[in-house]
Protein backbone atom coordinates (compact mmCIF):
# COMPACT_ATOMS: atom_id res chain seq x y z
CA UNK A 1 0.00 0.00 0.00
CA UNK A 2 2.85 2.47 0.87
CA UNK A 3 4.38 1.81 -2.69
CA UNK A 4 1.22 2.52 -4.14
CA UNK A 5 0.62 5.23 -2.20
CA UNK A 6 3.82 6.98 -3.46
CA UNK A 7 2.86 6.59 -6.92
CA UNK A 8 0.38 9.05 -6.24
CA UNK A 9 -2.38 6.31 -6.44
CA UNK A 10 -5.44 6.84 -4.27
CA UNK A 11 -5.34 3.03 -2.44
CA UNK A 12 -8.51 2.34 -0.83
CA UNK A 13 -7.65 -1.04 1.79
CA UNK A 14 -9.93 -3.65 3.07
CA UNK A 15 -8.93 -6.51 5.59
CA UNK A 16 -10.80 -10.07 5.13
CA UNK A 17 -11.91 -10.68 8.86
CA UNK A 18 -12.52 -9.02 11.85
CA UNK A 19 -9.23 -7.40 12.56
CA UNK A 20 -8.80 -3.66 13.99
CA UNK A 21 -5.06 -3.36 14.24
CA UNK A 22 -3.89 -4.41 10.69
CA UNK A 23 -6.79 -1.87 9.41
CA UNK A 24 -5.58 1.08 11.50
CA UNK A 25 -2.17 0.25 9.54
CA UNK A 26 -3.94 0.78 6.60
CA UNK A 27 -5.46 3.92 7.28
CA UNK A 28 -2.79 5.53 8.52
CA UNK A 29 -0.61 4.07 5.66
CA UNK A 30 -3.45 5.36 2.51
CA UNK A 31 -5.39 8.22 4.23
CA UNK A 32 -8.76 6.28 3.74
CA UNK A 33 -10.27 3.86 6.00
CA UNK A 34 -10.20 0.58 5.76
CA UNK A 35 -13.13 -1.71 5.62
CA UNK A 36 -13.23 -5.07 7.06
CA UNK A 37 -15.24 -7.70 4.43
CA UNK A 38 -15.82 -10.25 6.95
CA UNK A 39 -18.44 -12.96 5.42
CA UNK A 40 -19.13 -14.81 8.89
CA UNK A 41 -20.74 -11.08 9.65
CA UNK A 42 -21.88 -10.10 6.39
CA UNK A 43 -23.54 -12.14 3.63
CA UNK A 44 -21.43 -11.76 0.10
CA UNK A 45 -24.23 -9.08 -1.31
CA UNK A 46 -23.20 -6.95 1.27
CA UNK A 47 -18.99 -7.91 1.01
CA UNK A 48 -20.10 -6.57 -2.75
CA UNK A 49 -22.21 -3.54 -1.09
CA UNK A 50 -19.27 -2.01 0.67
CA UNK A 51 -16.48 -3.14 -1.38
CA UNK A 52 -18.42 -1.24 -4.09
CA UNK A 53 -19.26 1.82 -2.35
CA UNK A 54 -15.55 2.37 -0.78
CA UNK A 55 -13.72 1.80 -4.03
CA UNK A 56 -15.98 4.40 -6.24
CA UNK A 57 -13.32 7.16 -6.25
CA UNK A 58 -10.18 5.02 -5.53
CA UNK A 59 -7.09 4.10 -8.47
CA UNK A 60 -6.51 0.24 -7.07
CA UNK A 61 -7.37 -1.34 -3.85
CA UNK A 62 -5.47 -3.90 -1.60
CA UNK A 63 -7.28 -6.64 0.18
CA UNK A 64 -4.97 -8.16 3.12
CA UNK A 65 -5.83 -11.65 3.49
CA UNK A 66 -6.44 -13.37 7.17
CA UNK A 67 -3.67 -16.19 8.02
CA UNK A 68 -3.07 -18.46 5.26
CA UNK A 69 -5.36 -17.97 1.83
CA UNK A 70 -7.28 -20.96 2.08
CA UNK A 71 -7.74 -20.64 6.08
CA UNK A 72 -11.09 -19.18 7.82
CA UNK A 73 -13.52 -20.33 10.03
CA UNK A 74 -13.25 -24.84 10.08
CA UNK A 75 -11.75 -26.40 7.71
CA UNK A 76 -14.22 -25.41 4.90
CA UNK A 77 -12.27 -23.35 1.94
CA UNK A 78 -15.39 -21.33 1.78
CA UNK A 79 -16.22 -20.12 5.07
CA UNK A 80 -14.43 -16.56 5.92
CA UNK A 81 -11.92 -16.93 3.79
CA UNK A 82 -9.45 -14.92 1.87
CA UNK A 83 -9.54 -17.44 -1.55
CA UNK A 84 -13.52 -17.37 -0.78
CA UNK A 85 -13.68 -13.48 -0.19
CA UNK A 86 -11.35 -13.35 -3.64
CA UNK A 87 -14.26 -15.31 -5.58
CA UNK A 88 -17.20 -12.87 -4.18
CA UNK A 89 -14.83 -9.99 -5.47
CA UNK A 90 -13.71 -11.33 -8.43
CA UNK A 91 -10.26 -10.66 -7.93
CA UNK A 92 -6.89 -11.55 -8.51
CA UNK A 93 -4.95 -13.27 -6.11
CA UNK A 94 -1.11 -12.45 -5.56
CA UNK A 95 -0.10 -15.20 -3.20
CA UNK A 96 3.21 -14.84 -0.74
CA UNK A 97 4.95 -17.81 0.29
CA UNK A 98 7.69 -18.37 3.16
CA UNK A 99 11.49 -19.16 0.95
CA UNK A 100 13.27 -19.98 3.53
CA UNK A 101 15.62 -22.34 2.68
CA UNK A 102 13.53 -23.87 -0.16
CA UNK A 103 14.30 -23.97 -3.98
CA UNK A 104 12.12 -26.51 -6.21
CA UNK A 105 9.94 -27.57 -3.40
CA UNK A 106 8.80 -23.33 -3.52
CA UNK A 107 6.85 -24.52 -6.66
CA UNK A 108 5.16 -27.56 -5.13
CA UNK A 109 3.44 -25.40 -2.31
CA UNK A 110 2.49 -22.77 -5.13
CA UNK A 111 0.89 -25.97 -7.01
CA UNK A 112 -0.81 -26.84 -4.49
CA UNK A 113 -2.37 -23.15 -3.84
CA UNK A 114 -3.26 -23.50 -7.08
CA UNK A 115 -4.67 -26.87 -7.40
CA UNK A 116 -6.81 -27.07 -4.10
CA UNK A 117 -9.17 -23.94 -5.60
CA UNK A 118 -9.21 -23.46 -9.27
CA UNK A 119 -11.56 -20.76 -9.52
CA UNK A 120 -9.03 -18.90 -7.67
CA UNK A 121 -7.57 -16.42 -9.84
CA UNK A 122 -4.07 -16.63 -8.88
CA UNK A 123 -2.01 -13.77 -11.01
CA UNK A 124 1.53 -14.16 -8.88
CA UNK A 125 3.50 -14.69 -6.32
CA UNK A 126 5.69 -13.03 -4.11
CA UNK A 127 8.45 -14.81 -1.86
CA UNK A 128 9.62 -13.54 1.75
CA UNK A 129 12.53 -14.50 3.29
CA UNK A 130 15.31 -15.05 0.25
CA UNK A 131 19.09 -15.16 1.57
CA UNK A 132 20.64 -13.97 -1.91
CA UNK A 133 19.19 -12.65 -5.70
CA UNK A 134 21.00 -16.51 -6.36
CA UNK A 135 18.54 -17.89 -4.28
CA UNK A 136 15.90 -15.93 -5.45
CA UNK A 137 16.12 -16.77 -9.48
CA UNK A 138 16.37 -20.59 -8.80
CA UNK A 139 12.88 -20.29 -6.54
CA UNK A 140 11.33 -18.04 -9.24
CA UNK A 141 12.41 -20.25 -12.02
CA UNK A 142 10.99 -23.23 -10.39
CA UNK A 143 7.71 -22.05 -9.63
CA UNK A 144 7.15 -20.32 -13.19
CA UNK A 145 8.64 -23.58 -14.90
CA UNK A 146 5.98 -26.13 -12.92
CA UNK A 147 3.04 -24.06 -11.91
CA UNK A 148 3.11 -21.34 -14.95
CA UNK A 149 2.68 -18.55 -12.34
CA UNK A 150 4.33 -15.49 -12.63
CA UNK A 151 6.73 -14.20 -10.24
CA UNK A 152 6.56 -10.81 -9.07
CA UNK A 153 9.71 -10.68 -6.79
CA UNK A 154 10.34 -10.97 -3.39
CA UNK A 155 11.78 -9.70 0.12
CA UNK A 156 15.22 -10.42 1.43
CA UNK A 157 15.76 -11.79 4.68
CA UNK A 158 17.00 -9.71 7.67
CA UNK A 159 15.13 -6.56 6.10
CA UNK A 160 15.59 -4.09 8.51
CA UNK A 161 11.89 -3.50 9.30
CA UNK A 162 10.39 -4.88 12.90
CA UNK A 163 6.93 -3.78 14.39
CA UNK A 164 6.10 -3.65 17.96
CA UNK A 165 3.87 -6.11 19.40
CA UNK A 166 1.72 -7.42 22.61
CA UNK A 167 -0.84 -9.25 23.84
CA UNK A 168 -3.41 -8.50 20.72
CA UNK A 169 -1.13 -8.14 18.13
CA UNK A 170 0.39 -5.16 16.33
CA UNK A 171 0.77 -2.20 18.77
CA UNK A 172 -1.96 0.29 17.23
CA UNK A 173 -0.88 2.96 15.10
CA UNK A 174 -2.60 5.79 17.60
CA UNK A 175 0.23 5.15 20.01
CA UNK A 176 3.18 4.81 17.14
CA UNK A 177 5.99 7.10 16.73
CA UNK A 178 8.30 7.42 13.17
CA UNK A 179 5.70 5.31 11.08
CA UNK A 180 5.94 7.49 8.29
CA UNK A 181 10.04 7.12 7.97
CA UNK A 182 9.05 3.28 8.27
CA UNK A 183 6.78 2.54 5.68
CA UNK A 184 8.65 5.28 3.54
CA UNK A 185 11.63 2.84 4.07
CA UNK A 186 9.67 -0.16 3.47
CA UNK A 187 8.23 1.10 0.21
CA UNK A 188 11.54 1.94 -1.44
CA UNK A 189 13.01 -2.10 -0.76
CA UNK A 190 9.63 -3.40 -2.33
CA UNK A 191 10.11 -0.87 -5.37
CA UNK A 192 13.70 -2.74 -5.15
CA UNK A 193 12.94 -5.59 -4.87
CA UNK A 194 9.32 -6.10 -6.48
CA UNK A 195 7.91 -5.32 -9.83
CA UNK A 196 5.02 -2.85 -9.04
CA UNK A 197 4.27 -2.04 -12.59
CA UNK A 198 3.50 -5.50 -13.00
CA UNK A 199 1.79 -6.05 -10.09
CA UNK A 200 -0.61 -3.08 -10.94
CA UNK A 201 -1.08 -4.60 -14.50
CA UNK A 202 -2.24 -7.86 -13.61
CA UNK A 203 -4.29 -6.61 -10.97
CA UNK A 204 -7.42 -5.36 -13.15
CA UNK A 205 -10.54 -6.76 -11.86
CA UNK A 206 -13.75 -8.27 -13.56
CA UNK A 207 -16.66 -5.93 -12.95
CA UNK A 208 -19.08 -7.12 -10.20
CA UNK A 209 -22.55 -5.55 -9.13
CA UNK A 210 -24.71 -6.23 -5.85
CA UNK A 211 -28.53 -6.44 -5.27
CA UNK A 212 -28.22 -5.20 -1.09
CA UNK A 213 -29.43 -1.43 -0.86
CA UNK A 214 -29.62 -0.61 2.32
CA UNK A 215 -33.51 1.01 3.46
CA UNK A 216 -32.49 2.81 6.18
CA UNK A 217 -34.26 5.53 8.28
CA UNK A 218 -33.33 8.68 9.30
CA UNK A 219 -33.00 10.13 12.72
CA UNK A 220 -32.85 13.86 13.10
CA UNK A 221 -30.97 16.12 15.44
CA UNK A 222 -29.27 12.78 17.17
CA UNK A 223 -25.41 13.18 18.17
CA UNK A 224 -23.26 10.08 19.25
CA UNK A 225 -20.78 10.32 21.59
CA UNK A 226 -17.54 7.71 20.34
CA UNK A 227 -14.87 7.14 22.61
CA UNK A 228 -11.59 7.32 20.64
CA UNK A 229 -8.27 7.66 21.96
CA UNK A 230 -5.38 5.40 22.92
CA UNK A 231 -7.53 3.30 25.31
CA UNK A 232 -10.76 2.68 22.65
CA UNK A 233 -9.88 2.98 19.38
CA UNK A 234 -11.45 -0.69 17.68
CA UNK A 235 -14.28 0.26 15.43
CA UNK A 236 -15.21 -1.35 12.08
CA UNK A 237 -15.86 1.88 10.29
CA UNK A 238 -19.20 0.44 8.97
CA UNK A 239 -20.74 1.21 12.09
CA UNK A 240 -20.05 4.27 12.11
CA UNK A 241 -20.85 5.00 8.44
CA UNK A 242 -24.17 3.60 8.72
CA UNK A 243 -24.74 5.95 11.61
CA UNK A 244 -23.58 8.63 9.54
CA UNK A 245 -25.90 8.04 7.10
CA UNK A 246 -29.04 7.63 9.21
CA UNK A 247 -28.48 11.18 9.88
CA UNK A 248 -26.55 10.74 12.76
CA UNK A 249 -24.15 13.73 14.19
CA UNK A 250 -20.78 11.88 15.64
CA UNK A 251 -18.36 13.51 18.52
CA UNK A 252 -15.53 11.43 18.82
CA UNK A 253 -14.33 12.11 22.85
CA UNK A 254 -11.62 11.26 24.84
CA UNK A 255 -11.71 9.01 28.23
CA UNK A 256 -8.44 9.42 28.77
CA UNK A 257 -8.01 13.34 28.00
CA UNK A 258 -11.42 14.80 28.34
CA UNK A 259 -12.59 16.38 31.74
CA UNK A 260 -16.62 15.60 30.38
CA UNK A 261 -18.84 14.47 27.82
CA UNK A 262 -19.65 16.22 25.17
CA UNK A 263 -23.27 17.12 24.60
CA UNK A 264 -24.58 13.61 22.77
CA UNK A 265 -27.68 11.56 22.68
CA UNK A 266 -26.62 8.24 23.09
CA UNK A 267 -22.90 6.91 23.80
CA UNK A 268 -20.80 4.34 21.74
CA UNK A 269 -17.59 2.64 23.62
CA UNK A 270 -15.52 0.49 21.56
CA UNK A 271 -12.77 -1.93 21.96
CA UNK A 272 -9.09 -1.23 22.59
CA UNK A 273 -6.12 -1.61 25.09
CA UNK A 274 -7.94 -0.19 28.62
CA UNK A 275 -5.53 -2.45 30.88
CA UNK A 276 -2.50 -0.81 29.31
CA UNK A 277 -4.01 2.71 29.95
CA UNK A 278 -5.89 1.72 33.20
CA UNK A 279 -4.15 4.32 35.69
CA UNK A 280 -4.80 7.50 33.35
CA UNK A 281 -8.46 6.38 33.14
CA UNK A 282 -8.38 6.06 36.49
CA UNK A 283 -7.23 9.21 37.00
CA UNK A 284 -9.70 10.95 34.79
CA UNK A 285 -12.81 10.81 37.66
CA UNK A 286 -14.53 13.82 36.26
CA UNK A 287 -15.01 11.48 33.14
CA UNK A 288 -15.51 8.52 34.66
CA UNK A 289 -18.21 10.20 36.99
CA UNK A 290 -19.88 11.85 34.35
CA UNK A 291 -20.54 8.32 32.50
CA UNK A 292 -21.72 7.28 35.30
CA UNK A 293 -24.59 10.17 35.57
CA UNK A 294 -25.13 9.41 32.00
CA UNK A 295 -26.12 5.83 32.94
CA UNK A 296 -27.80 6.61 35.92
CA UNK A 297 -30.18 9.20 33.66
CA UNK A 298 -31.17 6.42 31.82
CA UNK A 299 -29.34 7.51 28.33
CA UNK A 300 -28.46 4.68 26.12
CA UNK A 301 -24.84 3.83 26.62
CA UNK A 302 -23.54 0.33 23.98
CA UNK A 303 -19.84 -0.59 25.12
CA UNK A 304 -18.36 -3.72 23.06
CA UNK A 305 -14.77 -5.84 25.06
CA UNK A 306 -12.33 -2.93 26.13
CA UNK A 307 -15.71 -0.75 26.87
CA UNK A 308 -16.99 -3.50 28.64
CA UNK A 309 -13.89 -3.13 30.47
CA UNK A 310 -13.81 0.11 31.33
CA UNK A 311 -18.12 0.11 32.46
CA UNK A 312 -16.76 -2.06 35.24
CA UNK A 313 -15.84 -1.34 38.99
CA UNK A 314 -12.10 -2.03 38.29
CA UNK A 315 -9.62 -3.47 35.91
CA UNK A 316 -6.63 -5.54 37.37
CA UNK A 317 -3.79 -5.02 35.32
CA UNK A 318 -0.76 -7.08 34.32
CA UNK A 319 0.91 -5.22 37.11
CA UNK A 320 -1.64 -6.82 39.27
CA UNK A 321 -2.85 -3.49 41.04
CA UNK A 322 -6.39 -2.15 41.12
CA UNK A 323 -7.50 0.98 38.92
CA UNK A 324 -11.34 2.40 39.44
CA UNK A 325 -13.25 2.16 36.00
CA UNK A 326 -16.90 3.41 36.03
CA UNK A 327 -18.91 1.51 37.94
CA UNK A 328 -22.09 0.83 36.14
CA UNK A 329 -21.17 -2.91 36.73
CA UNK A 330 -20.47 -4.63 39.30
CA UNK A 331 -17.48 -6.35 39.01
CA UNK A 332 -13.61 -6.35 37.76
CA UNK A 333 -11.50 -6.99 35.10
CA UNK A 334 -8.57 -9.04 35.26
CA UNK A 335 -6.20 -10.21 32.54
CA UNK A 336 -5.43 -13.12 31.76
CA UNK A 337 -2.55 -15.24 30.39
CA UNK A 338 -4.16 -16.93 26.95
CA UNK A 339 -7.13 -15.31 24.96
CA UNK A 340 -10.45 -15.94 26.17
CA UNK A 341 -13.28 -17.64 24.01
CA UNK A 342 -11.34 -16.17 20.87
CA UNK A 343 -13.18 -16.39 17.96
CA UNK A 344 -16.53 -16.03 15.83
CA UNK A 345 -19.58 -16.03 18.15
CA UNK A 346 -23.12 -16.11 17.97
CA UNK A 347 -25.29 -14.40 20.82
CA UNK A 348 -28.36 -14.87 21.33
CA UNK A 349 -30.59 -12.16 23.40
CA UNK A 350 -32.43 -13.26 26.55
CA UNK A 351 -34.33 -9.79 26.65
CA UNK A 352 -34.62 -6.75 25.31
CA UNK A 353 -31.13 -5.40 25.26
CA UNK A 354 -30.32 -1.64 23.47
CA UNK A 355 -29.41 -3.48 20.33
CA UNK A 356 -31.56 -6.30 20.36
CA UNK A 357 -34.76 -7.99 20.89
CA UNK A 358 -35.58 -10.74 22.96
CA UNK A 359 -34.45 -14.09 20.94
CA UNK A 360 -32.64 -11.83 18.16
CA UNK A 361 -29.38 -13.51 17.04
CA UNK A 362 -25.93 -11.08 17.04
CA UNK A 363 -23.15 -12.44 14.99
CA UNK A 364 -19.87 -11.22 16.29
CA UNK A 365 -16.42 -12.28 17.56
CA UNK A 366 -14.61 -12.09 20.80
CA UNK A 367 -11.07 -11.23 21.20
CA UNK A 368 -9.33 -10.66 24.90
CA UNK A 369 -6.89 -11.50 26.91
CA UNK A 370 -9.50 -10.66 30.03
CA UNK A 371 -11.90 -11.69 32.22
CA UNK A 372 -14.74 -10.18 33.64
CA UNK A 373 -15.93 -11.76 37.03
CA UNK A 374 -19.25 -10.24 38.30
CA UNK A 375 -22.43 -11.85 39.48
CA UNK A 376 -24.52 -9.47 37.00
CA UNK A 377 -27.11 -11.41 35.17
CA UNK A 378 -25.80 -11.85 31.58
CA UNK A 379 -28.09 -10.98 28.98
CA UNK A 380 -27.24 -13.36 25.72
CA UNK A 381 -26.48 -16.92 25.56
CA UNK A 382 -23.36 -17.37 23.32
CA UNK A 383 -22.67 -19.95 21.38
CA UNK A 384 -19.36 -20.65 19.00
CA UNK A 385 -19.56 -23.16 16.32
CA UNK A 386 -17.04 -25.26 13.76
CA UNK A 387 -18.33 -26.75 10.92
CA UNK A 388 -21.76 -26.74 12.07
CA UNK A 389 -21.18 -27.75 15.22
CA UNK A 390 -21.46 -25.95 18.93
CA UNK A 391 -18.27 -26.88 20.27
CA UNK A 392 -19.03 -23.77 23.20
CA UNK A 393 -21.25 -22.32 24.66
CA UNK A 394 -20.85 -19.19 27.78
CA UNK A 395 -23.36 -17.00 28.97
CA UNK A 396 -22.53 -12.99 28.14
CA UNK A 397 -23.54 -9.39 28.13
CA UNK A 398 -24.98 -7.10 30.21
CA UNK A 399 -27.49 -5.29 30.48
CA UNK A 400 -28.55 -2.21 33.30
CA UNK A 401 -31.11 0.21 32.53
CA UNK A 402 -30.43 1.57 28.77
CA UNK A 403 -26.49 0.20 28.95
CA UNK A 404 -25.17 -2.79 27.20
CA UNK A 405 -21.73 -4.10 27.73
CA UNK A 406 -20.67 -6.84 25.96
CA UNK A 407 -17.41 -8.92 25.19
CA UNK A 408 -18.76 -9.75 21.69
CA UNK A 409 -17.64 -7.17 18.83
CA UNK A 410 -20.75 -6.96 15.97
CA UNK A 411 -20.63 -5.35 12.79
CA UNK A 412 -23.72 -3.37 12.70
CA UNK A 413 -24.34 -4.66 8.44
CA UNK A 414 -24.40 -8.25 10.00
CA UNK A 415 -28.38 -6.94 10.76
CA UNK A 416 -29.03 -3.40 10.08
CA UNK A 417 -31.81 -3.66 13.15
CA UNK A 418 -28.82 -3.48 15.47
CA UNK A 419 -28.19 0.30 15.05
CA UNK A 420 -31.95 1.19 14.39
CA UNK A 421 -32.42 -0.39 17.66
CA UNK A 422 -29.96 1.54 19.62
CA UNK A 423 -31.03 5.02 17.64
CA UNK A 424 -35.14 4.44 18.86
CA UNK A 425 -33.92 3.76 22.13
CA UNK A 426 -31.55 7.19 22.38
CA UNK A 427 -34.76 8.63 20.73
CA UNK A 428 -37.31 7.16 23.43
CA UNK A 429 -35.17 8.59 26.04
CA UNK A 430 -33.91 12.26 24.21
Known amino acids: ?83 YTSKILKAPVILVIDGKSMATSAAA ?30 VKQAIEKYTDIEVLGYLPRNIEFSLPSRHLGLVPTIEMNE ?16 DVDRLIEISKSEDIVSSFKPNLPKFEDITIGIAYDKAFNFYYWGNIDILKDMGVTIKLFSPLN ?35 RYHENNKPIYAECGGLMYLGDSIVGKDNEEYKMVG ?9 KSLRRFGYAKGSALIDTTISKKEDTVFGHEFHHSEFITDEEC ?26 ATYLHTHFYSNLDIPINFLNKVVENK
Not at 179 to 194: G, M
Not at 262 to 278: K, L, M, S
Not at 328 to 336: A, D, R, W, Y
Open 1 to 83: MSALKKRNLKVQPYKVGPDYIDTSYHTYITKRKSRNLDSFMLDDEKIKYLYLRNSKDADMSVIEGVMGLYDGFGIDINSCTSS
Open 179 to 194: LEQKFNHLAQIIEEYI
Open 109 to 138: MVLGYKSLDKEIDLKGVIINNIASKSHFDI
Open 258 to 292: DKNLPYCDGIYVGGGFPEIFAKELEENKSMREDIR
Open 328 to 336: ILKGKSEMT
Open 379 to 404: VYKVVKERDSKIIKEWMGGYQKKNTL
